[in-house]
Structure formats: structure tokens, C-alpha cells
């Protein structure tokens, strides 16, 4: 009669392979041996040794510039996170973040393929983060920052809960790359983006960093700059959900609005999220221009009583507008 080999004495015998390769340098078969390794932890049901075992190979084979086979370690990491459902954590995000930071820039294609299942691995755990998981986000926006890439930054910032960090990228970011007058620009988009986002918190702990942390901006209201003072009074009037006070807002501060064509398009879907308006049809050849043709359309879904009348258009899709 055969008897079968113990599992764990076999993994034992593959570890001792797979060491004395890395010693020869022999990475192909190092890579394979990993691989190896995996598929067996896996067939044990030991999914977190196996997933430790990629982790493990994939620093081992990158820092000896074993990209292409790290690369493909990376991705069968990513990839397995979903499939042997891995709970998020805080430490799994981290080690995330620093194969991320590891691979760099020039690995931008690499680190894509990469962190997109990552995301939608933590949606389908988290599933109240339709963006993926805050804490990945803040991470992933972290690295980007450091690489000086201000807008795949924002863009991560925005799905994270991290405003105080999201505001230090933005003053840097006016510092370098903006004009003095433009301080106001850089902070009043970002909020108006995430509002866009429903991410109302997110808005409101940025723009009170970025106040703080600006050294051309005095921290406490009224500001100077108007576009400020637009922005911390509509932050205020969110959860009343007041149509035509929104209405007032927006005509007060009309002459300032047209700074950025942009936002007419974000007013319009904070108009839509939090005051029941209809979506705003653009006229381009109204003399009033994008920003009095939506005052107009809001007017227009105000009652007498300063009340939104019932709309027949469906919900919108909240698009990230980066």
C-alpha cells in the first residue's frame, strides 16, 4: 500500500529549495519555487501562510532586480487577495503601500495592474466604500504625493478620510505649481469635488486644514479671498438642504464662480445630491453664460416657498470629476 507523503514535510522540502536557489541566485527558479509553495499552502487551506508566502517573494525577488518575475508575484498576490477572500487590515494596506512605493514610477503600467483588483477587492469586503477602502486610498494618495504627482494624489486623497494630508498636498502643490492668485482655486475645487462625491467630511476637514495650513490665508472667517467664504457657507448649508438658500449662494457669489468653467458642473450635481434639483441643461449661447443659465435652472425647481418642486429625471451617477 502507498502512503502518502506528509504536506508539511513536502513544504519543508520545497522552503529548503527555494532558500538554496535564492543563495545561487537562481531566481527562475526561486520564482517558480514561490509559486510552488502558494499553490501547496493553498491546497493545505492554509490561505494566510500562502499569501505570506508571495509577500515574502515578491520583496525577495525585487530587491535582488528581479522585476519582470516580482511583477508577476505582485500581480498573483493581488489577484489572490479576492479569490481566498483576505479580510482587509491596516497592515495588509501597508505592505500595499510599501510594494507600491517599492516598485516606483517607472513601473507606473505594473503598479496599475496591481492596485486596481486590490480596489475592488476591498469593495467587495467593504462594501460601503463604493471607491475602495479610505485607508488604501489614503496610502496609494500618500506615495503619489511623495512622487510629486499631484493629480493621481488628489484623485486618491478624494476616496480617503484624510483631510489634514490632502490639504498639505494641496499647498504644496499651489506653492509649486500654482500662481499667488490662485491659492483660493486649488482648495474651492477639491471641495467641491468631493461634495460631488458625497464625501462631505472629507470637504469639510480639508478646507479647515487648508486655511490653517496656508500661510497666505488668515484661519478664521470671514475671509478675504471670496471664493473661501462661498465655500465655508455652503459646507454650513448642506444639511438643511435649502434650495433657495443654495440659490442665494450662488448668485452672491456668481462673479467669483466663473473663475473655473469646471464648476458649473460640480454646483450643478451638489445642486442635484443635496437640494432635489433636476440636472441642468446647458445653453452655450445664452447670453447669461453656464453659471446664470444653472442660477436660472434652480430658480426654476424653487417654489414660492423656497421648496424644490417634484422631479420626474432619474437619480444621477455620481462620476468622480477629477
Given at each position: ?24 541566485e ?8 514561490y ?5 501547496r ?68 503600467a ?15 469586503h467593504?462594501?460601503?466604500y463604493s ?5 488604501l486610498?489614503?496610502r ?84 478675504i ?44 450635481k ?18 447669461n ?22 422631479s ?11
Open positions: 500500500m502507498m502512503v502518502r507523503s506528509d504536506p508539511n514535510s513536502i513544504v519543508n522540502r520545497v522552503r529548503r529549495t527555494l532558500n538554496n536557489a535564492i543563495r545561487d537562481n531566481f527562475y527558479m526561486a520564482h517558480q519555487l509559486k510552488s509553495l502558494y499553490s499552502y493553498i491546497s493545505m487551506q492554509n490561505k494566510n501562510a500562502a499569501i505570506m508566502t508571495l509577500q515574502e517573494g515578491i520583496i525577495v525577488l525585487y530587491d535582488n532586480n528581479q522585476i519582470s518575475i516580482a511583477t508577476d508575484l505582485a500581480q498573483l498576490f493581488a489577484k489572490s487577495l479576492s479569490t481566498q477572500h483576505i479580510i482587509p487590515s491596516e497592515n495588509m494596506f501597508d505592505f500595499i503601500r510599501d510594494i507600491f512605493s517599492k516598485f516606483g514610477p517607472s513601473l507606473s505594473e503598479r496599475d495592474s496591481m492596485l486596481n483588483p486590490i480596489i475592488q477587492w476591498t469593495i467587495e467593504c462594501p460601503e471607491m475602495g477602502h479610505p485607508g486610498h489614503k496609494i494618495g500618500y506615495i503619489y504625493w511623495s512622487e510629486a504627482n499631484f493629480a493621481l494624489a488628489q484623485h486618491h486623497y478624494l476616496r480617503s478620510t484624510d483631510g489634514l494630508a490632502f490639504a498639505a498636498m494641496l499647498v504644496e502643490m499651489h506653492k509649486t505649481r500654482g500662481l499667488k492668485y490662485e491659492v483660493d482655486l486649488f482648495i474651492t475645487q477639491a471641495v467641491l469635488q468631493g461634495l460631488c462625491m458625497r464625501n462631505i467630511s472629507m470637504a469639510q476637514s480639508t478646507f479647515q486644514s487648508y486655511t490653517k495650513l496656508h500661510p497666505a490665508i488668515n484661519d478664521e472667517p470671514p475671509y479671498l471670496p471664493l473661501l467664504n462661498f465655500i465655508c457657507y455652503l459646507l454650513k448649508i448642506l444639511d438643511g438642504g435649502k434650495l433657495k438658500t443654495y440659490i442665494v449662494l450662488c448668485e452672491q457669489y456668481q462673479s467669483s464662480l466663473t473663475r473655473d468653467p469646471s464648476y458649473t458642473e460640480y454646483l450643478d451638489i445642486g442635484q445630491l443635496f437640494f432635489h434639483v433636476k440636472p441642468f441643461e446647458r445653453r452655450p449661447r445664452q447670453q453664460g453656464f453659471l446664470g443659465n444653472l442660477i436660472s435652472t434652480l430658480m426654476g425647481d424653487c417654489d414660492h416657498d423656497g421648496e424644490p418642486r417634484p420626474s429625471s432619474r437619480p444621477i451617477n455620481v462620476e468622480p470629476l477629477d
